[in-house]
């Protein structure tokens, strides 16, 4: 095996658990946040959470030839805090909220940041 291939396992291995140690950081954030404020975590609120990185992290990464627009990051904030405050919103008057019910919301919701994002920087070149 070259140099090179190591090295690009290396650095991959690493992402992985660099991934796996912020997935702990998250779960431990809520287990003190839950035990702190007595707030029981449903599965609404975890599907929140994971539909959101799920969309945002498909958003972003589909959209690269962006990232050095400052305008384009302010339009990712704003999209990010329109959909928390609806979500949140929804969650607490509407507790008994099942997490798969993200999943179409989420689709939907996928199309429409695309439509704002090609409206304000124009489709992909890819």
């Given at each position: 095996m070259s140099q090179s291939a190591i090295g690009k396992?290396?650095?991959?291995?690493?992402?992985?658990?660099?991934?796996?140690?912020?997935?702990?950081?998250?779960?431990?954030?809520?287990?003190?946040?839950?035990?702190?404020?007595?707030?029981?975590?449903?599965?609404?609120?975890?599907?929140?959470?994971?539909?959101?990185?799920?969309?945002?992290?498909?958003?972003i990464g589909k959209s690269r030839e962006h990232w050095?627009?400052?305008?384009?990051?302010?339009?990712?904030?704003?999209?990010?805090?329109?959909?928390?405050?609806?979500?949140?919103?929804?969650?607490?008057?509407y507790p008994q909220w099942r997490m798969i019910w993200?999943?179409?919301?989420?689709?939907?919701?996928?199309?429409?940041?695309?439509?704002?994002?090609?409206?304000?920087?124009?489709?992909?070149?890819?």
């Open positions: 396992i290396a650095r991959r291995s690493l992402f992985y658990i660099e991934l796996a140690l912020a997935a702990l950081a998250v779960i431990g954030l809520l287990v003190a946040i839950s035990v702190h404020t007595g707030t029981a975590f449903t599965g609404g609120w975890i599907g929140l959470i994971g539909y959101t990185c799920l969309l945002f992290w498909v958003t050095h627009r400052p305008m384009f990051w302010l339009t990712i904030v704003s999209l990010l805090g329109v959909h928390l405050l609806v979500f949140i919103a929804v969650l607490r008057s993200f999943l179409p919301i989420v689709v939907v919701e996928a199309g429409l940041f695309w439509a704002v994002l090609d409206a304000l920087f124009g489709p992909p070149k890819k």
